[in-house]
């Protein structure tokens, strides 16, 4: 800036194209040549008023503020307190900033502090290794009304490996769906790791006792962050953006039915974007190698028969997944200077 009010117009005058095409006033031309011909003087040191208490008297009302019968009030607490018994010092604001001067003006009480929490970088580079568990609410019949879908979801194939629907949002209801999901998919000890919200179901003593008991590692999200838990989030957008999703159940047995159904299709026919576009079951069942091939030879076909369609190479299916975080490490680039 101060080249270019250097640069712009002798001292007779300032152009006003030239201002105009860096955008400037010809006030602040005008003003920043003044400053820099005739510098502001370094601002004078603020004398010591002469009403100010001196130094022993400061000291005087600083003992009085340590007393043990003051040393818990506030300053204007003391003053009023000294006024009814005729004894005046100085002004509520001089002592606030007598006990300013001595550092002694903060917050008495032990304010909560939020912790911090670490944020959770979990991999899963095959089936069961990394679950995701959530529960959603479903309308009921009647306004307030609601059921509760709990859904577990392995992260690497996205298949559903365990879901319920229930009336109430409880540890205890958890504890026998998962012990199920654990013995259908032969889970090993010391293998999974089940990633949740910080729900109170999900944070619950059970909860906590029923993964230990099983050698299963938990996971938590942050508090209001939903990315932590994208994949049971993304989830249950997929359930509800469904066209046969209805607003309302009449009936838990109601909501119950369309999860089966809509379950089984999920797992067996829906072909995720995220997975290469297979299916949960393809990828859950190491079927993907042999899927892959088969949409390549497919694809091949297709390049022999009519290679004019498509422009600088063979076609490809989409690539198998390989792994699946949750929050992957940022890698830091070192700068050379």
């Not at 005046?88 to 900033?97: K, V």
């Not at 879908?149 to 409880?170: K, M, N, P």
Request: a positive charge; charged letters at 20%.
């Amino acid at each position: 800036m101060t080249n270019a009010l250097a640069a712009l117009a002798p001292a007779s005058g300032i152009p006003k194209a030239a201002c105009a095409a860096l955008g400037l006033s010809r006030a602040s031309v005008q003003r920043r040549r003044a400053c820099q011909r005739h510098p502001p003087l370094p601002p004078r040191p603020r004398p010591r008023p002469q009403r100010a208490l001196t130094t022993p008297q400061q000291q005087t009302v600083l003992g009085l503020l340590h007393e043990p019968r003051f040393a818990d009030q506030a300053p204007a607490e003391i003053y009023a307190s000294l006024l009814d018994h005729g004894i005046y010092h100085c002004s509520i604001r001089t002592m606030y900033r007598i006990l300013g001067q001595h550092a002694e003006v903060r917050e008495r009480r032990g304010q909560l502090r939020h912790p911090v929490y670490q944020k959770p970088e979990l991999l899963a580079i095959s089936p069961n290794q990394v679950w995701s568990w959530d529960i959603t609410k479903l309308m009921g019949p009647a306004k307030w009304t609601y059921f509760y879908l709990y859904v577990i979801l392995d992260i690497f194939s996205r298949r559903v490996v365990g879901w319920c629907v229930a009336d109430a949002e409880t540890a205890s209801l958890f504890k026998p769906l998962f012990n199920e999901a654990v013995a259908k998919h032969n889970v090993p000890a010391d293998q999974l790791t089940l990633h949740a919200d910080r729900g109170s179901p999900m944070k619950a003593k059970a909860t906590a006792l029923l993964l230990a008991d099983l050698g299963v590692t938990k996971s938590h999200s942050r508090p209001h962050t939903s990315n932590d838990n994208p994949f049971s989030e993304a989830h249950f957008k997929t359930l509800k953006y469904q066209p046969q999703f209805p607003k309302r159940f009449g009936c838990i047995e109601d909501a119950q039915t369309f999860c089966r159904g809509f379950f089984d299709w999920y797992n067996n026919d829906y072909h995720h974007a995220g997975i290469g576009l297979m299916t949960p079951n393809q990828i859950h069942y190491g079927q993907a190698d042999q899927v892959y091939a088969a949409r390549q030879i497919t694809l091949n076909h297709a390049f022999s028969k009519n290679p004019e369609r498509f422009v600088n190479k063979s076609p490809k299916p989409p690539s198998k997944p390989t792994a699946a975080w949750i929050n992957p490490p940022i890698a830091k680039l070192k700068v050379q200077v």
